[in-house]
């Protein structure tokens, strides 16, 4: 996309895996924008939640709470059938 807008927003994304004393929050609380154009490099000590953030931006899972917009499609309110059309189409 082009013009400014952008092209992958984290609102405010948790992921949580378990719950009550085995609860593990791989990610938490994130915002991140992503302009169009633009490359970044995710880096961080082994289990800070890379590849759980990779696989939410890459629409193979859903956050725990958040948003995930993708070339203006919220990702967060596909369903797993719209979510695989939408990797095969544009990721």
């Given amino acids: 996309l082009f013009g400014g807008i952008f ?3 984290l609102k405010n994304v ?3 895996f378990g719950s ?3 609860e593990v929050r791989a ?3 994130v915002s991140l924008t992503i302009d169009d154009g633009t490359f970044i490099a995710i880096v961080g000590k082994s ?3 890379k590849s759980t953030m990779m696989n939410l931006i890459g629409a193979l899972d859903k956050p725990s709470q958040g948003e995930i917009i993708s070339d203006g ?3 967060t309110d596909m369903k ?3 979510l695989a059309e939408y990797r095969n189409k544009h990721i």
């Fill in 47 to 49: 289990g800070s939640g």
């Fill in 73 to 75: 499609n919220n990702l």
């Fill in 80 to 82: 797993d059938d719209e």
């Fill in 20 to 22: 009550g004393e085995s």
């Fill in 27 to 29: 990610l938490d609380d």
């Fill in 14 to 16: 948790s992921k949580i």
């Fill in 7 to 9: 092209m992958i927003e």
